[in-house]
Nanobody, 122 residues
Framework: VQLQASGGGLVQAGGSLRLSCAAS????????MGWFRQAPGKEREFVAV????????FYADFVKGRVTISRDNAKSTVYLQMNSLKPDDTAVYYC????????????????WGKGTLVTVSS
């Protein structure tokens, strides 16, 4: 699976962004999809994950209520709608695909995209 994330950019605190991740190469609906992020000087961390069908989603505590993950299997695309952004959300955001689903513990991703930079100014 090839993954291409887009939609990052510079936004003021309190603003919104929608990230997209387009997949190609394999059957998109066979994979759970996740978003992760890596802030400067920090390790990559989990943000959200969505099941193959889209009927189950899980979020990191620090984004709950502000972020929504969704997918469109017909378009082979996963989205991350981010609202009420904070400067601490500044990071490179990566989408990833997982062939195995472990619900909220889905972390072992098989494929990774290159990431898109989100910068939140105060």
């Amino acid at each position: 699976v090839q993954l291409q994330a887009s939609g990052g950019g510079l936004v003021q605190a309190g603003g919104s962004l929608r990230l997209s991740c387009a997949a190609s190469g394999r059957t998109f609906s066979n994979y759970a999809m996740g978003w992760f992020r890596q802030a400067p000087g920090k390790e990559r961390e989990f943000v959200a994950v969505i099941s193959w069908s889209g009927d189950s989603t899980f979020y990191a505590d620090f984004v709950k209520g502000r972020v929504t993950i969704s997918r469109d299997n017909a378009k082979s695309t996963v989205y991350l709608q981010m609202n009420s952004l904070k400067p601490d959300d500044t990071a490179v955001y990566y989408c990833a695909a997982a062939s195995s689903w472990y619900g909220p513990n889905t972390r072992a991703m098989d494929y990774w995209g290159k990431g898109t930079l989100v910068t939140v100014s105060s």
